[in-house]
């Protein structure tokens, strides 16, 4: 091993502010020395990661929150957010977390997959019919469990976070159905689960680093790609793939996760406030997505792009089993039915 090499939290913490970082030991310190579940927690600053910009949805959730809590509080819980990837990669501020060094994170919930085996819901292809029977089912008590699941792993889940229906963009044609997916070079992200979802309905699923997919669309190297509607819009990929068709093979949301040694620091009051902020802020987070989702409509159609909506996705789903076979443990089976019986209550 390099004589250079610094794990995760040395090198998140090596990014604080010597200011920043008194308070982030004082805070913790006090915490461990005078607070249980039982008594009134003392001011207390809890400091949060986010990879993505300042200004994007999840960021603004989370300043939603803090302010939630200092007004709430008289100050008395406030939260110091660096959004940017400012204390490093999503896959190592979890693993800080889980290790008590950091207080909150926002993460893509496939980044739990291999931790917390529940979350493997979320990443499954199809299996929420709309955006309204993703977010019913995260309010709901299955998201409610696989909140609380991650605490065997010492994280709290607190707020399960949209990044909406994923779909296929190609330069081509659109995709109205599987054939026309057939033979055609699709670019992923390097997840067994997505390469056997696009295997599946014919394509050939080509892993490609995504700052890569512009020039791969470019010179004819992948035929299309798929992802959300903002993520499509601000690389620029709607320039060269000009079809969009909203598919929604996948709706796996992003989750906000805190440290379980930092949530048991707090007295059950607080905890019940910090769950309620959460719990609002997933509102402020869904008005910015769907902001974002509609200007980003706006601007393909501007472009002289084509948007392909209301898709028969049964044709799709029906190619889905050996996916399901390959990736449903039994621990999975009982919410599939749970889920499905939420899509029929009126979704």
């Known amino acids: 091993m390099s004589r250079n090499y610094k794990p995760p939290m040395v090198r998140a913490l090596n990014r604080f502010s010597r200011r920043d970082f008194g308070h982030f030991l004082a805070g913790g310190s006090l915490a461990l020395a005078s607070c249980s579940r039982n008594e009134q927690s003392p001011t207390r600053v809890l400091f949060s990661a986010d990879s993505q910009p300042d200004g994007y949805p999840t960021v603004e959730a989370v300043r939603f929150m803090a302010n939630y809590l200092a007004e709430k509080t008289n100050g008395r819980l406030s939260v110091k957010i660096y959004p940017g ?3 490093g990669s999503e896959g190592s501020t979890l693993e800080i977390a889980m290790f008590g060094g950091l207080d909150m994170t926002r993460t893509f919930s496939a980044a739990l997959n291999n931790i917390a085996p529940l979350t493997k819901l979320f990443s499954l292809p199809f299996l929420f019919r709309s955006t309204e029977h993703q977010r019913k089912v995260a309010d709901g008590e299955i998201g409610e469990a696989i ?13 399960i976070y949209d990044t909406g229906g ?21 670019r992923v992200p ?7 979802t696009v295997r599946a309905l014919g394509a050939n699923p080509t892993p490609m680093n995504f700052s890569e997919v512009y020039q791969g669309l470019v010179q004819n190297v992948i035929d299309g790609a798929e992802n959300n509607w903002p993520s499509y819009i601000s690389t620029r990929h709607y320039e060269v793939a000009t079809y969009y068709s909203e598919t ?37 987070m869904r008005n910015l997505w769907d902001e974002r989702v509609a200007a980003a409509k706006e601007t393909l159609l501007e472009s002289g792009g084509e948007i392909l909506s209301d898709i028969d996705t049964e044709p799709f789903r029906r190619l889905m089993g050996p996916v399901y076979e390959k990736f449903v443990t039994p621990d999975l089976e009982p919410y599939l039915e749970k889920i499905d019986q939420v899509a029929e209550a009126g979704v």
């Open 147 to 159: 909140l609380k699941s991650l605490e065997a792993y010492n994280l709290r889940g607190l707020a």
């Open 190 to 196: 390097n997840s067994d689960i997505y390469l056997a």
């Open 85 to 87: 990837g400012q204390l």
């Open 166 to 186: 994923r779909g296929f963009y190609t330069t081509e044609r659109p995709i109205p159905h599987p054939s026309a997916l057939e033979g055609l070079k699709i």
């Open 248 to 284: 929604g093979h996948f709706r796996t949301p992003d989750m906000l996760i805190m440290s379980l040694r930092t949530w048991e620091q707090f007295s059950q009051s607080d905890q019940a406030l910090i769950k309620e902020a959460a719990r609002k802020s997933v509102t402020v």
